[in-house]
């Protein structure tokens, strides 16, 4: 990742040894975030983090006490849309599908329609 962003990779030994910064996307698994979102919460930095955003509710509002300046989103590497339609279709609970349409926001504003 850092070579094809040309700049420099970090290692990792401890949380509280990575580098300050104004704002992080801990685009990491779910199961080991809160560490990153305590220290990151601790230095006042804003928090940009992917969903799942935490494992259930009670560390979700957990997360949420210790700063205000959290948000999440989804990213789209890990809930790819075609990977979801093909889960859905295969698992069949919703029987045999006749017709699928999905909207989903764009960039720039715009709407992405598949059908």
């Known amino acids: 990742m850092a070579k094809s962003y040309k700049?420099?990779?970090?290692?990792?030994s401890e949380v509280s040894s990575l580098p300050n910064c104004d704002v992080v996307l801990l685009a990491i698994p779910v199961g080991v975030k809160e560490e990153y979102v305590q220290e990151f919460?601790?230095?006042d930095c804003y928090i940009f983090a992917e969903k799942p955003f935490a494992i259930d509710l009670k560390t979700?509002?957990?997360f949420l006490e210790l700063s205000n300046k959290i948000t999440c989103n989804y990213m789209r590497n890990y809930y790819n849309t075609t990977r979801q339609i093909k889960d859905i279709i295969s698992s069949q609970i919703f029987g045999?599908?006749?017709k699928i349409s999905i909207t989903e926001g764009g960039v720039m504003?715009?709407?992405n329609r598949i059908y």
């Open 41 to 43: 919460a601790r230095r």
């Open 7 to 12: 700049t420099t990779a970090i290692k990792i």
């Open 109 to 111: 504003g715009g709407r």
């Open 96 to 98: 045999s599908i006749k």
């Open 60 to 62: 979700h509002l957990k």
